[in-house]
Nanobody
Framework: QVHLVESGGGLVQAGGSLRLSCAAS????????MGWYRQAPGKQRELVAV???????NYADSVKGRFTVSRDNAKNTVYLQMNSLKPEDTAVYYC???????????????WGQGTQVTVSS
């Protein structure tokens, strides 16, 4: 089994900062991409940022220059540093990890339980 535990959400004023963390544990053979998605009320879930196993990163246009994704491979943990937060960043943020549980399995996506981020104006 694989478990993803998220932390770091909360309420912050516009212009403030938050840092999300997501730690993967359990039966893990290898990890590919680690990243974050978000879903605001009445909207579809969207990609926020992703960090590949090769060190590359990709961001949604709406967060470029404000958010930074990073990972600690020794801890199987991915982070999302969010600066200059705006009310439109309000959403439930979900951790997403693409990993293999053994050499005999193909990789698949695992999701965290979600953490609420609310930005007040």
């Amino acid at each position: 089994q694989v478990h993803l535990v998220e932390s770091g959400g909360g309420l912050v004023q516009a212009g403030g900062s938050l840092r999300l963390s997501c730690a993967a544990s359990g039966t893990i053979y290898s990890i590919n991409a680690m990243g974050w998605y978000r879903q605001a009320p009445g909207k579809q879930r969207e990609l926020v940022a992703v960090a590949t196993s090769g060190g590359g990163t990709n961001y949604a246009d709406s967060v470029k220059g404000r958010f930074t994704v990073s990972r600690d491979n020794a801890k199987n943990t991915v982070y999302l540093q969010m600066n200059s937060l705006k009310p439109e960043d309000t959403a439930v943020y979900y951790c997403n990890v693409d990993l293999r549980t053994s050499i005999r399995t193909v990789s698949r996506d695992y999701w965290g339980q979600g953490t609420q981020v609310t930005v007040s104006s």
